[in-house]
């Protein structure tokens, strides 16, 4: 059923944004920080020279070129980020992130003067400056526009006799605009040609639900994805207060696709024959303790000797998956924390298991969990940035 459907639309409207939906910690991290975004830094050209004053207090004889340091990579970073939205690579609020660079910077600087106030000091701190300022450039204008077309392959003695089918996994969007990055994503969707797309959800960046323009670009994405596309495509609704009951009907208005809203389908057999495959939809409430019931309901009855692949939004429904036999499990939500440490990982997941389930390919029994980190980003006062944790899309190749 296409999700243009008015009855469908009717019935689902409390499976968008489920009645008595909480905000997560992150979420309302989020929203406060838009507010300050709408603060110009130019307003805060007093916290800036505060900034530098602080910095350079333990330096002594050096004060000097240790505020000038500051106050020049304060505005370099400033530059950058002023520069993404006016060149069309993302469209993030200036004040939250350039803050957060400015303490960091500051903290580097401070430490540094009471620990080693001499040239050298100096001298290591222009060095760790640099530093990050090219990772700041790497993050916000490299890295989210590379996206990793990650090859994927399940053996499965329940698709016996089945042509391979050749699956591809798309999710977190995040649409702001039409960017080079979904330009990319187009130009790879027609080069690997897959047999079946599937979306799971979170098409709009946070920032960006109630406007009228990323809508409209957001349709005209998902447009030409159909377009372009040779087999069917399906798709789930993401996170509550991203998939909005509201919104997301106008964006898939009319389009050539089906979705799944707790719902299964099978997939079309192959031209030879062969089992089927059943693509079962679950909507995501980010409530285990509602989801988990739910999700048993859907699978209830399943035959065990049929291939079964879940589609949902968040990877925190998988215990409940090697519980049902589910044999693949598709999501994304974490972003595979979107900007990652060297040796950790992902700091924040925005999953109720945090890190086990961060990116990437998982075995339990007999299920198949894949992580998708997605190809948008956060929205909000949150940086436009990707640090160790490029955009992805999985083919998967299914086959006996």
């Known amino acids: 059923m296409s999700i243009s459907d008015p009855k469908h639309n009717a019935a689902s409207r409390d499976a968008y944004c489920p009645p008595g939906y909480s905000p997560r910690p992150l979420h309302i991290v989020l929203v406060l920080s838009d507010l300050l975004g709408q603060v110009s830094p130019l307003m805060l050209t007093p916290a800036w020279l505060a900034l530098a004053a602080i910095a350079c207090w333990p330096w002594g004889v050096r004060r000097l070129p240790v505020a000038a340091l500051s106050l020049a990579f304060t505005i370099t970073d400033w530059v950058g980020l002023a520069l993404l939205p006016r060149l069309g690579r993302s469209f993030g609020p200036v004040t939250p992130p350039l803050l957060a660079l400015a303490f960091g910077r500051t903290a580097l600087a401070f430490a540094a003067g009471l620990l080693w106030p001499g040239w050298p000091g100096l001298l290591l701190i222009a060095a760790l400056d640099l530093a990050i300022s090219a990772a700041f450039f790497y993050s916000t204008w490299i890295e989210p526009f590379h996206i990793k077309v990650t090859q994927a392959e399940l053996r499965s003695p329940k698709l016996y006799g089945r042509t391979p089918l050749r699956l591809l996994h798309i999710t977190d969007l995040h649409i702001e605009r039409i960017t080079p990055r979904e330009q990319e994503l187009l130009r790879l969707v027609e080069e690997l040609a897959p047999d079946v797309i599937v979306l799971t959800g979170d098409y709009l960046n946070l920032s960006s639900v109630h406007d009228a323009c990323a809508q409209a670009e957001a349709h005209d994405l998902l447009a030409r994805l159909c377009k372009i596309a040779r087999g069917p495509v399906y798709a789930i609704t993401g996170s509550p207060p991203v998939d909005f009951h509201d919104v997301v009907p106008a964006i898939f208005e009319d389009l050539p696709i089906t979705w799944l809203l707790d719902a299964v389908e099978e997939l079309p057999p192959p ?40 589609l949902y939004h968040s990877p925190d429904l998988m215990p409940e998956a090697v519980e049902l036999g589910v044999d693949l499990y598709l999501c994304g939500h974490t972003h595979g924390g979107q900007i990652r440490l060297p040796l950790f990982g992902a700091l924040i997941t925005s999953s ?29 006062g949150a940086p436009r940035a990707r640090f160790l944790a490029p955009p992805e899309i999985i083919l998967w190749t299914l086959s006996p």
């Open 271 to 310: 031209p030879n024959g062969g089992p089927t495959i059943q693509l079962a939809g679950l909507c995501c409430t980010r409530k285990r303790h509602l989801d988990a019931p739910r999700l048993r309901r859907l699978l209830d009855g399943s035959p065990e000797h049929e291939f079964t692949l879940l």
């Open 352 to 380: 109720d298991f945090w890190k086990r389930y961060e990116m990437g390919r998982y075995e339990e029994g007999s299920t198949t969990l894949y992580v998708s980190r997605g190809l948008g980003m956060e929205g909000f």
